[in-house]
C-alpha cells in the first residue's frame, strides 16, 4: 500500500488549500501531530506509526470525499472547512 504522505503531498501539489483541509481531517480523526507540524511529518522529517500512517488515509479520505459524494465544489468545501466559517 502507498504511503499516504505521498497522496496527501500529491493532493497539496494540486491546490495548496488541501494541506489545511488534510490536517483539519487528520486531527478530527485523532491525528497526534499539530498544524505546525503537519507539512514536516507529511515530509517524512519526522518519526510516524503505523496507526498515525491508518489516520492519515482517513483524513485523506474524508477530505477527498466530502466533494466527491455531495457533489459539490472542492472550494465550497474548503469554505466551511477553514476556522470560523460554519454558520
Not at 506509526?49 to 474548503?78: N, P
Request: proline share 3%.
Amino acid at each position: 500500500m502507498e504511503d499516504p504522505r505521498l497522496t496527501a503531498l500529491d493532493l497539496i501539489r494540486q491546490d495548496k488549500n488541501y494541506l489545511d483541509e488534510l490536517w483539519l481531517n487528520y486531527w478530527a480523526n485523532g491525528g497526534s501531530v499539530g498544524s505546525a507540524e503537519f507539512e514536516v511529518y507529511l515530509h517524512g522529517l519526522t518519526q510516524c506509526d503505523s496507526f498515525d500512517l491508518q489516520i492519515l488515509r482517513w483524513a485523506i479520505d474524508d477530505t477527498t470525499s466530502l466533494a466527491r459524494d455531495d457533489g459539490i465544489s472542492r472550494e465550497t468545501v474548503y469554505q466551511y472547512l477553514r476556522p470560523g466559517t460554519l454558520p
